[in-house]
């Protein structure tokens, strides 16, 4: 069996600071005792994201906790699964540009140059046949 004994609170029958009954108004400074206490406190801490995240533990239901859980680990086997199988990808289409498309590109650019020695062989030709045509056609002056 238990037995419940009552503990008084000592300080809630303790006397509470305030005006004496002598005094009318009592001095107040700038800075209140709460405020020093406030930035003191603040100054203690040094409570990281991941321990208020790991204090939350006890508020969050479990079965909650754990459908999160299971969420989280699927997203990450998902994720890790896509950026694999993407690395691979490009490693493929890199490696495929390169052996096809270098030679490719070489032999295009050889082939236009070829294209335009042909042209310019051409006009120069054309611009040599009108220089003997125009030089036999010179009739004689009697």
Known sequence: MVKLEEVPDEELNAPQM????????WDTDDESDTSSLASSDLDNLDETLLDRLAALQDIVPPTYRKSLSNAASTT??????????????????????????????????????VQEMEREMRMQQGAQGMLQGSSGDVKPAL
């Open 18 to 25: 305030g005006p004496k009954s002598d005094e009318d108004e």
């Open 76 to 113: 990450y086997s998902w994720a890790s699964s896509a950026a694999g199988l993407s690395g691979k990808v490009l490693w493929v289409v890199s490696t495929s540009a390169l052996l096809l498309g270098v030679p490719w590109a070489l032999a295009f650019s050889e082939e236009q140059q």
